[in-house]
Nanobody
Framework: QVQLVESGGGLVQAGGSLRLSCAAS????????MGWFRQAPGKEREFVGA???????SYTDSVKGRFTISRDNAKNTVYLQMNSLKAEDTAVYYC???????????????WGQGTQVTVSS
């Protein structure tokens, strides 16, 4: 079956960096768009960014210029490089997969379990 497994979360000071990874299995990875979402306590899950199967990216405005999504189709892995982290980036981060890029979490077919990112100010 399809599995998405995130890793790389943790505690970092404001201004620091983290790189999240999401390893996929059980699916034809290169045909899927991969999205990153996050959910802070008491808030709805929100779109962070996404990457198409051929590497076209899109981001929400609050992370543009700070976050970068990339993918390695040979390793079935998508990455979220997060720089210049702010306290408001604190959330559980999820990767998700679907055919075709979307910013709507309801349109994603497969989800990982999430990884906690905490940014201390």
């Amino acid at each position: 079956q399809v599995q998405l497994v995130e890793s790389g979360g943790g505690l970092v000071q404001a201004g620091g960096s983290l790189r999240l990874s999401c390893a996929a299995s059980g699916m034809p990875f290169r045909t899927y768009a991969m999205g990153w979402f996050r959910q802070a306590p008491g808030k709805e899950r929100e779109f962070v960014g996404a990457i198409s199967g051929v590497g076209i990216t899109s981001y929400t405005d609050s992370v543009k210029g700070r976050f970068t999504i990339s993918r390695d189709n040979a390793k079935n892995t998508v990455y979220l490089q997060m720089n210049s982290l702010k306290a408001e980036d604190t959330a559980v981060y999820y990767c998700a997969a679907r055919i075709g890029v979307s910013r709507n979490s309801r349109e994603y077919t497969y989800w990982g379990q999430g990884t906690q990112v905490t940014v201390s100010s």
